[in-house]
């Protein structure tokens, strides 16, 4: 796996690493302790090696999933915690289909769904998180 960080991290007051994306195939498979604690790694790599100034480097998030076991929170909190991220984003749409959106003649489409349907899955992902990551790291 390569990774770059560009010159235009320099102008970013934040990045992401996304590895949370329903249309992306085989991306949500980085949210395996493995496979993110590899990939964090990688790209904190990257950004040791570039010239930040004196402010240093933008804050560092990942963004995760709404559709995770509680193994899977445990396993991105104990990651973050120990590579020390700066902050998670909770969360990217939902490929589950809620019963108040089911009979929606589009809800059968593949891609993530998004909006007051996913309010209480990524709440109550938020909440777990806080509780996972012992109140020390942000989540967006």
Not at 19 to 41: E, I, M, Y
Not at 52 to 76: H, N, Y
Request: one cysteine or more.
């Amino acid at each position: 796996m390569e990774v770059e960080c560009c010159l235009v991290a320099r102008a970013t007051n934040h990045e992401v690493i996304n590895v949370s994306s329903p249309n992306t195939p085989g991306l949500r498979k980085l949210q395996g302790r493995k496979q993110l604690k590899d990939l964090v790694k990688k790209v904190q790599g990257a950004r040791d090696e570039m010239q930040w100034g004196e402010e240093g480097p933008p804050p560092l998030l990942v963004k995760i999933a709404p559709d995770l076991s509680k193994e899977d929170l445990e396993d991105i909190a104990a990651v973050s915690l120990a590579l020390r991220l700066d902050g998670l984003i909770i969360s990217n749409t939902t490929i589950s289909r809620p019963d108040s959106v089911r009979q929606n003649p589009v809800a059968e489409e593949s891609g993530g769904l998004s909006g007051k349907p996913l309010f209480n899955l990524s709440t109550n992902m938020l909440k777990e998180m806080y509780v996972l990551t012992r109140d020390w790291m942000p989540a967006l």
